[in-house]
């Protein structure tokens, strides 16, 4: 079964800092394109982030850049978003995504999700 478990979103306040993680499983994680998708209420979905296999490139979106890392670690199939300067506009339920593709800059082509995590930013 393959599977992508997100976890370490919370309720923080604006200003403060959260690193999430996805924990990916039944597949060969080495050869996957991972990214960070977001989706609050009322809004559509977000791309935000995403980091190449094997090569480790990474993009941000702008609205996040300068505040966001995204990062994997293959030898334990994870992939991390490190979420710094938080704002109450980053208040959403975020999902790890994966494709088996090297169109680092591209929305499209996300097979497999996760089931996402809430991140909630008061101010």
């Known amino acids: 079964q393959v599977q992508l478990l997100e976890s370490g979103g919370g309720s923080v306040q604006a200003g403060g800092s959260l690193r999430l993680s996805c924990a990916a499983s039944?597949?060969?994680?080495?050869?996957?394109?991972m990214a960070w998708f977001r989706q609050a209420p009322e809004k559509e979905r977000e791309f935000v982030a995403a980091i190449s296999r094997s090569t480790y490139n990474t993009y941000v979106t702008d609205s996040v850049k300068g505040r966001f890392t995204i990062s994997r670690d293959d030898a334990k199939n994870l992939v991390f978003l490190q979420m710094n300067t938080l704002k109450p506009d980053d208040t959403a339920v975020y999902f790890c995504?994966?494709?088996?593709?090297?169109?680092?800059?591209?929305?499209?082509?996300?097979?497999?999700w996760g089931q996402g995590t809430q991140v909630t930013v008061s101010s």
């Open positions: 995504a994966a494709k088996p593709a090297d169109d680092l800059r591209s929305a499209r082509g996300y097979s497999i």
């Open positions: 039944g597949l060969t994680f080495t050869v996957y394109t």
